[in-house]
């Protein structure tokens, strides 16, 4: 069954640091474009980081710099490593796998919370 | 950045019904244009994309049309298990969402 399962968010505190994991199944994370999508508690949907098969990696402009993704491909995982979080950062987040051939998003995990509060 | 803006926020049908979502973007997105459903605690769903192309398994009751920068999502024939929040994405220039739409009896 091709599945992604999201894991590593929880509380932290403002400028702390956190790493999300993202295991796919069903297929390898090292051939297809993976996305980082967040969602604020009641809020709509924010793309925030994708890693092409070529290892290039591009950022939303509200987390670059503090933001990096990166894969191990041998394990077919995704992670986000985040750092100097801010509250604004609270958000369930979401890694998700593009439709081949196109960039819309067909295979989503089921989450993690991330809740960034002193 | 593209701003996605859809209409209405809240749509209320009454099951069986039909249902017509719109979604504008602030600049041309050509047919680079994605819906997904969200039920409450669960990830959302790939619905349509290129604009009207069905993805696998989604029910054919669910269309999508459009091009440039207007676009919609109909539902033909609401079922119970479609009352959800709709929303609309671009992927001409990076990826942005709408604010969604809330489907309810």
């Known amino acids: 069954e091709v599945q992604l399962v999201e894991s590593g968010g929880g509380l932290v505190q403002p400028g702390g640091s956190l790493r999300l994991s993202c295991a796919a199944s069903g297929f390898t994370v090292s051939s297809n474009y993976m996305s980082w999508v967040r969602q604020a508690p009641g809020k709509g949907l924010e793309w925030v980081s994708v890693i092409y098969s070529s290892d290039n990696k591009f950022y939303a402009d509200s987390v670059r710099g503090r933001f990096t993704v990166s894969r191990d491909d041998s394990r077919s995982i995704l992670f986000l490593q985040m750092n100097s979080l801010r509250p604004e950062d609270t958000a369930v987040y979401y890694c998700t796998r593009e439709v081949t051939g196109d960039d819309a998003f067909d295979i989503w995990g089921r989450g993690t919370v991330v809740t960034v509060s002193s | 950045d593209i701003v996605m803006t859809q209409s209405p926020a809240t749509l209320s049908v009454s099951p069986g019904g039909r249902a017509t979502l719109s979604c504008r973007a602030s600049q041309n997105v050509d047919r680079y244009l994605a819906w997904y459903q969200q039920k409450p605690g669960q990830a959302p769903k790939l619905l349509i994309y290129?604009?009207?192309t069905r993805a696998a398994g989604v029910p054919a009751r669910f269309s999508g049309s459009g091009s440039g920068t207007e676009f919609t999502l109909t539902i033909s024939s609401l079922q119970s298990e479609d009352f959800a929040v709709y929303f609309c994405?671009?992927?001409?220039?990076?990826?942005?969402f709408g604010q969604g739409t809330k489907v309810e009896i």
């Open positions: 290129y604009a009207s």
């Open positions: 994405q671009q992927y001409t220039v990076w990826w942005t």
